[in-house]
């Protein structure tokens, strides 16, 4: 395990207010926990599960995963702050006793840091770890009277797509427009229904053959296409809804789109990356943004009266406003819109 010293050396760490690491050799468990910001609230984000082959690589994900949950809480509007956890695991090794000394970690932060779901931890998983603290989100106990999370973090993306393409072509109909979707598991698939639900022409890839067939079943005449050269279809629109650092050097060279809306965090591998793809003409919807959709659905029992599915909606149609702004002050100020919304978020960080 890296201790905190070395962490600190990491470009990565920028000023994060802390980062733990665990590990309990019994049931194999490892990890870090980072908080990066709390001006807003205790921290929230996901736990995600994942072979990473070292602890720098770790490392860097949770701290790049943390910061970016800073700033989605504030564009949000949630009074919370960013945090997140990663578990350096196989997800065959992922059992009850594994889940269960993972949360004792999280209660030792005392309210610190509240999570839930991310790549690696499902319904079942957060069912098992709410039993052992009340600082696991994610788990309905109300009857299924909630949204699911993974389908509003679907309309969030889908709300951006509408708006991106209102600003950049006028209209918000998708009829006819050309859609690569990378990654259908619960996100994505959710994304995909809602497109051909509103005419869009759509093409997909995933690496995961299950999930090939069962997209397949659903919808007999979608186009798959190869996973690793998706993003190199000339379509309207890009939408990456896998894993983080999509977009480096190479891949935005072979790019044949002009809009990228995709619900994977941390798609691009730098932040030079951003404006590299303002420079081609390229128009980036921030992550952070349009993916927030999950988070304003998972945090919402903490608003006044509790969870309401009209304040989830209205909250997540939001998205369509804030990329509005975003997009014009890109265009005034001829800077990215990856550098506008997170000096946007910055300011309410700072102001709050």
């Keep these: 395990m890296l201790n905190i010293e070395e962490i600190k050396q990491f ?107 991310d790549i690696g931890i499902n319904e079942s998983d957060t069912k098992i770890m709410s039993q052992q603290s009340k600082y696991i989100l994610g788990h309905s106990t109300d009857g299924g009277k909630r949204f699911s999370t993974s389908d509003m973090a679907a309309l969030g993306v889908f709300y951006g797509i509408q708006g991106v393409v209102k600003e950049l072509k006028g209209v918000e109909k998708l009829d006819g427009i050309k859609v690569a979707i990378k990654g259908v598991g619960k996100l994505g698939g959710e994304l995909l229904r809602l497109l051909i639900e509103n005419n869009a022409n759509v093409i997909v890839a995933d690496i995961n053959k299950d999930v090939e067939n069962r997209i397949k079943g659903i919808y007999p005449n979608i186009e798959f296409v190869d996973y690793k050269k998706i993003h190199t279809y000339p379509v309207d629109i890009y939408s990456p809804c896998a894993l983080g650092d999509e977009f480096n050097h190479t891949s935005i060279k072979e790019l044949k789109t002009r809009i990228i809306v995709g619900g994977a965090n941390n798609q691009l591998s730098s932040e030079m990356i951003g404006e590299e793809l303002y420079n081609k003409g390229i128009f980036f919807a921030p992550d952070f943004i349009v993916n927030a959709g999950g988070l304003i659905n998972i945090v919402d029992q903490f608003e006044g009266g509790g969870y309401q599915k009209e304040r989830v909606l209205a909250r997540i149609e939001n998205i369509k406003v804030i990329l509005k702004k975003v997009a014009e002050r890109s265009k005034l100020e001829k800077l990215s819109p990856n550098f506008i919304a997170k000096k946007i978020a910055e300011d309410i960080i700072i102001n709050k």
């Excluded at 970016?68 to 006793?97: D, H, P, R, W």
């Design 11 to 117: 470009s990565e760490y920028d000023n994060h207010e802390k980062v733990v690491f665990f590990v309990d050799k019994t049931v194999g468990l490892r990890g870090y926990i980072a908080i990066h910001n709390t001006n807003l609230g205790p921290a929230t984000g996901g736990t995600r599960i994942w072979h990473y082959k070292t602890d720098e690589e770790a490392v860097k994900d949770v701290l790049n995963l943390s910061k970016a949950m800073t700033y989605k809480c504030a564009l949000a509007g949630v009074k919370f702050g960013g945090g997140k956890a990663v578990i350096i695991s196989e997800q065959k090794n992922k059992n009850s006793e594994l889940l269960k000394a993972y949360v004792q970690e999280v209660d030792k932060l005392q309210g610190e840091f509240t999570t839930g779901p």
